[in-house]
Every structure is written in C-alpha cells, then in structure tokens.
C-alpha cells in the first residue's frame, strides 16, 4: 500500500507531506503531532466509516456559500472522536490519496473520489453493452491510467473464481498475483460477479476503521465493565477512550487467553471467572490490576488486536507501544506484532501505525529492514536463509518498500528512512546517546 498524507496549519503540524506504506512509525519529542498525524491517517484511510451512502450522493451538490458542507461537519464530528478537533481553523488542510481512493478538506468543504469505484462502473459499463448486443463474451478494454494493483486483483478474482469465491475483502486481495495486460475477455456472467464482489470489497475497505490503541489505555482494565454507564452519565472522559474501552469489553468476551511468552518463559493472560489474570505458572497468578504496569498497558492493546485478526481487519494505530516497558520486551513486542504481517499480498487492506519516543522500537524495525536486506543481497542459498532465520525469522523480515518512519518536530515531518539503504538513519537512533555520551565527555574533564 502506497499513500500521501498532506496536513496544513492543523494543531503542531504546520506543513507535513507523509508517503505512508502499510507499516508506518512517527517518533519525537512530546506534543510534537505524532498522534495527531496518526489520527488524521485513521479517519482518511476509512472516510466510508463517517460517510455513509446518503452523504456520498450529495458529495458533488456542496454549497459554495461560507457555510460548511454536512459531509465536512461529518468529518468534524470524526476529529471530534479522536479528541483534535480544536485542532482545525479556518486555513486546516488535510489531504490524502491511496490507490483507492482521495479524499480533502479545506475551508469547510470536502472532496472524495472513489477510484476503485470508477473501475467498477466501467465493468458495469461493459456488461450493459454485452447485454445490449446480446454477446455472451465482453472484450474488456482498461485504459493506462487505471492499470493498478486494483486490476491485478481484479483478475486474481476471476482467475480463482471457478475455485472459491472469496467472502471478504481479506481474502480479495490474499490471492492476488502481479501481472500486466490491456485487454482480456470475459463472459457477462463472469462480469457480473465479479462487479459483485468488487462492490463489495471497494465498500468494506473505505468503511472498516484501524483499531486506535491510545495511551491511555492503562486506564482500560479499571474501566472494564464500567464503560456504558459512564457514557450513560455523560463522565467526561474523551470519547476515543470511551470507544476503546467498549471495544476492550468485547475482545475480553472472545479471547480468553493470550501466550505472553515472547515477554518471559511460562508467562501468560488468561480470564478466570470474568476476571482478568496474569499467570507466571499454572499454580502461580495475579490479577491483572495487581501485575506489573508493563503487562496493564499491553494487554489492552494485544487482546483488541487478537480480536480484530481474528474478526475483521488486521489494521491499528498503536500510541507508544513501549509505555513501562524494559527495552528487551519493547523489541520481543515489535517482533510479536509484525509476525502478522504480509508484505505485499494484501495492499490497502491493512496497515500498521505506531508513535514513539523510543528509540529501541526503531532499533527493532531496523533489525528487521536489515535480515530483508542480507537475504535480498545474498545469493539466496539455502544456508543463508537458515542463517538468518535463526537470528530473526522469515515473519519478521520487512520489506522497506513496504515501510516508512517519520521523526515529527517543529511543525513537520522529516522522513528518517534512508530509501537507498533500506534503513533508518543510525545517526537518528543514536541522536540521545550521543547527546547524554557528550555531557559525560565534558563532565569528565572537568
């Protein structure tokens, strides 16, 4: 997945222009914009989630006068549920386009264009003429522009179909397989399910949200169970936590269980009569609030993850994933979640986001950008593999086309991946060592 994030004169973001790929990290100082960006990235990405049919049909009918559109109040109210709305003034521009779609807000004013839509329709358009001349084969033509990764999955559909169907958008894109044409032929039939599912996945792909895991969700397990009836008694508490701690609850009701061993040997989550328990042996346990502030911060943010995977999307936003944890545990965590990764086979209908301050959690992406490279540099025989398996496996491998990481600060955002190495810049990872490494040097001469 490939994507532009343009963001002007919103809240600490000044100016920032982001390629984004489907794993994404943003790391500075405090109150710098990182999750401000992140949180434009989620609402963008998905603008079917606050945008529903009814808005869409009026998206070319916007008043020109000075009065804002409903759809833009609908994107207020989404800014409004991740807490930044008084971040926008009268000169905010937020911008963003992927393969699937754009999407703009400027002035009170909205523009969306359906790009994979516009593909659909021309199916569609197709399939009319196929019926109208009563052919029972349709000679599809596409035009330059709109050969995509969109088409080659197109095809995968068709090329699997007599198979099995795929049911979601997930498995849209699992099949999918890299070639180029200019024109292939069909039978209407074949069109027609094909647009069908199209359809279908175009809509759950615009529509299906990331799962925002904020920071504050150490609060989550002391709120679990107590979510509706604070909303019921308006407590003023941000309304994105509120919505994070439902979507705790119902990961809880689901995943019982989680291995943490990737933390330490024989640890592990597990419920016990509705009450959240950590483990350290199948005789030894502690509840959830009584272990350490580590595990009260990362299990609320891997159960809503276990549960999504295994649900709907494999999407999410995580705000410091490295909230009271020792630095090992910080590199075993970023290992632990990238292993769900699939580089190059789903596109746009995933992605991963993490803000930082760490500077381990880049060390840990460095690591994996780094076994990509020797693999890709060598010359692939067996032995190497293995080689590099043992010291990190093949799950944890990152492709840098599939990756990008942004130091935010001073109202932009500086990319830190150096694309021709494939690596973020060491001098950024090292950036506080040496600066705590100077103050010794001159602590020592005096």
């Given at each position: ?47 079917l ?56 807000y ?5 523009g ?27 000679i ?9 990764f969109n ?38 039939i ?22 925002y ?70 005789k ?52 632990y ?71 935010i ?38």
């Open positions: 997945m490939k994507a532009t994030l343009i963001v002007k004169n919103f809240g600490p973001i000044e100016h920032a222009e982001l390629d984004l790929r489907n794993v994404n990290v943003f790391i500075g100082p405090q109150a710098s914009g990182k999750s401000t960006l992140a949180k434009l990235y989620t609402i963008c990405k998905s603008p989630s606050f945008l529903d049919d009814s808005d869409i049909l009026t998206l070319n009918k916007i008043n020109n006068s000075g009065n804002k559109s409903f759809e833009a109040l609908k994107f207020e109210s989404a800014l409004e549920d991740l807490n930044i709305l008084n971040f926008l003034n009268k000169t905010s521009v937020v911008e963003f386009e992927s393969e699937l779609h754009y999407f703009k400027s002035r009170g004013k909205i969306f264009e359906r790009k994979l839509e516009a593909i659909i329709r021309e199916l569609d358009r197709q399939i009319v003429i196929g019926d109208l001349v009563g052919a029972k084969e349709v599809v033509l596409f035009s330059e522009n709109i050969l995509s088409i080659d999955a197109m095809m995968s559909i068709f090329k699997i179909r007599k198979k099995r169907p795929p049911k979601t958008y997930d498995e849209f894109f699992k099949f999918t397989k890299q070639f180029n044409f200019k024109s292939e032929t069909f039978s209407v074949e069109l027609e399910r094909l647009s069908e599912d199209l359809e279908r996945c175009e809509q759950n792909m615009l529509s299906q949200t990331a799962n895991i904020p920071a504050e969700r150490v609060l989550i397990p002391i709120l679990k169970g107590a979510t509706f009836g604070l909303m019921q008694h308006n407590v003023a508490i941000p309304k994105h936590i509120l919505n994070f701690a439902a979507t705790y609850e119902r990961a809880t009701s689901k995943v019982k269980e989680l291995d943490l061993s990737f933390i330490k040997n024989g640890l592990s989550y597990r419920q016990v009569n509705g009450v959240d328990h950590i483990f350290f042996s199948p030894r346990s502690v509840t959830l609030a009584e272990s350490a502030t580590g595990l009260q911060s990362l299990i609320p943010l891997l159960l809503p993850i276990k549960f999504d995977s295994e649900a709907r999307s494999r999407s999410y936003v995580i705000e410091e994933p490295e909230i009271n944890l020792f630095p090992k545990a910080q590199y075993n965590l970023m290992k979640l990238e292993e769900e990764r699939r580089d190059g086979t789903l596109d746009s209908t995933f992605s991963h986001t993490y803000t930082t301050h760490s500077p381990y959690i880049l060390s840990a992406f460095n690591n994996m950008l780094y076994a990509f490279k020797k693999w890709n540099d060598s010359d692939k025989s067996v032995a190497m593999k293995e080689e590099l398996g043992m010291v990190l496996p093949k799950a944890n491998w990152l492709n840098p086309e599939n990756f990008n990481a942004y130091s600060q001073d109202g932009t955002a500086i990319q830190i991946l150096d694309r021709e190495l494939g690596l973020i810049g060491e001098n950024v990872i090292d950036e506080i060592s040496d600066e705590m490494s100077d103050d010794f040097d001159r602590l020592m001469d005096i």
